[in-house]
């Protein structure tokens, strides 16, 4: 006599259909848990187009800029912060144009100096500023911002203000990639510089102003796919990943192919002509003023200082452009943020996000304790205004 059916006998589809039902559930859980853990790239998706309400291409100089007296609440799995702009669309306090001040800083650069992923209070400029008394005037931006277009934004606006240093900050992560047109959409605005047929550097617009671009607004479908991306975080690493792939494609290979590049290391001719041709125009623009070039180090970096030693070719480079001016100084962050963490012992992704991959605000306290040492020297401690001990810790580290 033949023994009864079991219920996964008599029901062989549904039993199929459990099983690939467990199989999902245990790999979301393990992607969570991943993406907590900084293995596996992971991003909210907004779900309404409050965030390009913040900023967007709208300024017919250089492209990408905040929305003026805006606010935005910016989040992802390891952090949460509020953005506010000012009257004239910075990421930052309302400032005067014009200060009697013996000193006061301009700030040009991208997302680092913006201070994506911290609130104001945990930014560098705003540390920087805590500690030496100074006034840090913040024009950084997201949005792959190039140094073509740090040096429109002096020109048309940072320059209007008062001041006597300009601190430029520059990512080679992406720096050289932000200003080649063939990464980009034809139709968003964006300026570039390209070679004419004398082979000369020109400002180029690929579209007009008016013809520009546009945010696409949310319709329903499109917002309640954005909210199955935030909250099935396997779908959310796929589509992340492909994001990431596609923007910076495969990893580059040293020329006898065994490790990554450095960042400092990755760039053409073309791109280092770019860079030091719109870094020149902001020297111009700077007349005697001094003018501080800061080099923002990656995680890989690190691994190339530590592996191979101090020897990066952007930083050469930089330092041989600034030899033709007396009031340029070149300070490269790497060496700086290298001897805080071996010091304290701690490990290198403490300094940025791990989710996201910018400065955590340990990273953004160890940045500007090497900024106001490297630009305001021995008055940065006597000049502070009651700075946090913390603060005043990094400075003597």
């Known amino acids: ?44 998706f907004p779900t309404t187009d409050a965030t390009k309400r913040f900023f ?21 799995p390891c952090f949460e912060a509020i953005y506010h702009s000012n009257s004239y669309g910075a990421r930052d306090i309302e400032r005067s144009m014009h200060s009697d ?15 994506i992923g911290v609130n104001a209070e945990d930014r560098m400029t705003n540390l920087v500023e805590n500690i030496t008394g100074v006034e840090q005037l913040n024009f950084g931006i997201s949005g792959d911002f190039s140094s073509t277009q740090e040096w429109l934004l002096y020109r048309e606006l940072a320059s209007k203000f008062d001041h006597s240093d300009v601190l430029v900050f520059h990512l080679p992560a992406n720096d050289f990639r932000d200003n080649e047109p ?49 909250h099935v975080y396997l779908l959310n690493v796929i589509r992340r990943s492909a994001q990431i792939y596609n923007e910076a494609g495969m990893p580059k290979e040293s020329p006898s192919g065994d490790s990554l590049l450095s960042t400092y290391d990755t760039f053409s001719d073309l791109d280092l002509r770019r860079l030091l041709f719109a870094y020149r125009k902001i020297v111009e623009l700077a007349g005697d003023k001094q003018v501080h070039f800061f080099i923002i180090p990656r995680q890989s970096d690190f691994v190339k200082l530590k592996n191979q030693g101090y020897d990066f070719k952007i930083v050469r480079e930089l330092k041989e452009f600034a030899e033709a001016y007396p009031n340029v100084q070149i300070v490269d962050l790497l060496p700086s943020l290298n001897s805080y963490v071996e010091k304290h012992q701690l490990d290198v992704d403490d300094l940025y996000l791990s989710c996201d991959g910018h400065w955590t605000p340990l990273g953004n306290k160890v940045a500007a304790a090497a900024v106001a040492k490297a630009v305001f020297g021995a008055e940065a401690q006597t000049l502070a205004r009651q700075p946090p001990a913390s603060l005043l810790t990094l400075l003597r580290d």
């Open 101 to 115: 001040a013996e000193r006061r800083a301009v700030v040009l650069g991208d997302s680092f100096v913006e201070g």
């Open 1 to 44: 006599m033949n023994s009864p059916e079991s219920w996964y006998e008599r029901h062989p589809k549904l039993t199929m259909a459990c099983v690939y039902m467990l199989i999902i559930i245990a790999a979301e859980l393990l992607v969570r848990a991943a993406a907590a853990a900084g293995y596996v790239p992971f991003g909210f």
């Open 182 to 230: 063939s990464n980009f959409s034809p139709r968003r605005y964006r300026p570039y510089l390209v070679e004419n047929k004398q082979n000369e550097l020109e400002l180029y617009y690929p579209v007009s102003f008016e013809d520009r671009e546009r945010p696409k607004g949310f319709s329903k479908a499109r917002a309640f796919r954005r909210h199955i991306y935030n």
């Open 56 to 76: 967007g291409d709208i300024n017919p100089h250089f492209g990408v800029w905040h929305h003026p007296n805006r606010e935005t609440r910016h989040f992802g």
